[in-house]
C-alpha cells in the first residue's frame, strides 16, 4: 500500500530522488578522476621492469643520478639482454616545457624525457603511429598521443621552441593509454646538453626474468660507489599514484557528505510530510493489526527506494557526462601533467547507492518511528 501510493506524492518524492541524484552524481564524477588517473599509472608499470632512482628520492623528479654511474647499474645482474648482447634499459632525464593548451590556448606543462636508443625495445608497449623515430644528436623528439590531444603544434613536422632551442617533432607514439603518451621522448645526450645537466633522473630496465629483481637489488644498494634504491615499476607508480589520487578521493566524500547532509533534511522533511498526509492510513493499518515494526519498516523501504531510484539517476548522469572524457592533471608521480580518461566503473556506481542507502536510511528513520508511535486512536479522531 505504502508503494501503491507513492504515484499520488510525485511531487515530494521527487525531492528525495533529484537530492539523492545530486549527491550521487557530483560524488561519482569527482572519483573518476581518481579511478582514471590510477588507472592511467597502473597502466605505465609493468611487472617485468624496474626502475632505478637515487636512495633519497620519492620520485623520479626529485632523484638525481650521475652520469657515471649509468654504466655500473647497466651491468647489473638481472637486466635483460639484446640480440646484441647490450642490457636492454634506458637512463631518463626529465624536463618541463610549456606549450599552448588546445582548449584555451594558455600555457601548460608538459615532460620532456629523454631517453636512449633502447627505450622502445624496454617499453615493449610503445610503438610508432606516424612519422619516424628521432635521430640520436639532433634535436628532434617524438610526441605522445595524449599530449598531440592537449597540446597545440605537435603534429608530425612541427617546429616547437623549449626554452632557447627549437627541436622539430619527427613522430608520434602511443603507449596503450599511460602516463607516457602525456610526454615527448628525445635523445637523451641531446636533451641533456640543451639543458647543461651532467645528471639523469633514473634509469628504467628491463628484468630478465622471476627473482630478477631482488638479484639487481642487492647488487646495486650493496655497491659501496652507489647510493640507489631499486624498485618494481609496478609497485613505484602505485606508490606515486596514491596521494594525488588519495587527495582527489578525500576532496570526493567531503563534497559529497555536504551534499549529502542537505540531502538528508530534504529526505527528512519529505518523509514526514509523506508520513502527516497518511495519518489516517497509518492509523487504519495499526488499528487492523499490523505493528509498529511493520509501519517503521514500510517508511524506511520507501526512503530506500527512492535514494536508489536517485542514485541510479545520478550515476547515469556521472556515467553519461564524465566516462570516457580526456583531461589532463598534475599526476603526483613526478610527472609535469599527465592526460588520462576518466573512468566511471561498476564499483563507482555501488559505492553511490551504499551512500544513497545510507542517505535514505537517516532521512527515512526518524519519519518512520513518528509514525510508529502515533496515537491510533488520536490519529482517527483527528481525521
Known sequence: MNLRSLPQRFATS????????????????????????THALSTTGHPDRAIVLHKQAGSEVGSSIPHDWI???????????????KAIGSAEMLATVNLPRTDNGLLGALSLRGVTAKALDLRSETRLV???????????????????SRYRNLGVGSRVKFGESEWTVVGAFDSGGGAHDSELLGDLETVLSSYNRTTVNSVTVKLAGPGALEQLNAALTKDPTLSVLVKRETAYYDEQSKSFSGFLTIIAYFVGGIMALGAIFAALNTMYSAVSTRTVEIATLRAIGFGAGAVVMSVIVEALLLSVIGALIGAFIAWMFFNGNTVSSLSGAG????????????????????????????????PAIRAARLPVATALRAS
Do not use: H, K, N
Not at 628521432?134 to 599530449?147: D, H, K, M, Q, S
Not at 610527472?335 to 532521512?363: E, N
Open 14 to 37: 521527487l525531492v528525495i530522488v533529484a537530492g539523492i541524484a545530486g549527491v550521487v552524481g557530483v560524488l561519482i564524477a569527482v572519483l573518476s578522476f581518481a579511478t582514471g588517473l
Open 71 to 85: 654504466a655500473t647499474i647497466m651491468d647489473g645482474p638481472g637486466i635483460a639482454r639484446g640480440g646484441d648482447g
Open 130 to 148: 606516424d612519422g619516424r623515430m628521432f635521430r640520436p644528436g639532433l634535436r628532434e623528439v617524438i610526441a605522445g598521443r595524449g599530449a598531440q
Open 335 to 366: 610527472l609535469a601533467q599527465i592526460a588520462y580518461q576518466l573512468r566511471v566503473g561498476l564499483d563507482l556506481v555501488i559505492v553511490g547507492i551504499v551512500w544513497a542507502c545510507v542517505v535514505g536510511l537517516i532521512g527515512g528513520l526518524f
